[in-house]
């Protein structure tokens, strides 16, 4: 399933450090493409929310980008479980 769409809904103003009026945005979930067509997946729903929200195209997330900036490492062989050094804590 890959992610089409991030789903945003303004959800107040402020003003910032040189007084102008800027919106203030809550991401409310995703948009994905399945195999039967768009699925609409909300993990938010703000309090005093209108119903209209923004469909953006989705910003890479934390691990997507250095994932790709970085060669892929080799994985350790499976089935050796009871080696408890790899556990990262």
């Excluded at 103003?13 to 040189?18: A, E, M, V």
């Excluded at 409310?28 to 067509?37: Q, R, Y």
């Amino acid at each position: 399933m890959a992610r089409k769409y991030e789903v945003t809904a303004v959800t107040g103003k402020y003003t910032d450090s040189t007084g102008a009026e800027k919106s203030r945005y809550q991401t409310l979930g995703s948009v994905i493409e399945a195999k039967n067509g768009l699925m609409l997946k909300l993990e938010a729903v703000p309090i005093g929310w209108d119903g209209w929200a923004y469909l953006n195209d989705p910003k890479p997330r934390d691990g997507q980008q250095a994932q790709q900036q970085r060669p892929q490492q080799r994985q350790a062989p499976q089935g050796d479980d009871d080696d408890m050094s790899s556990i990262p804590f």
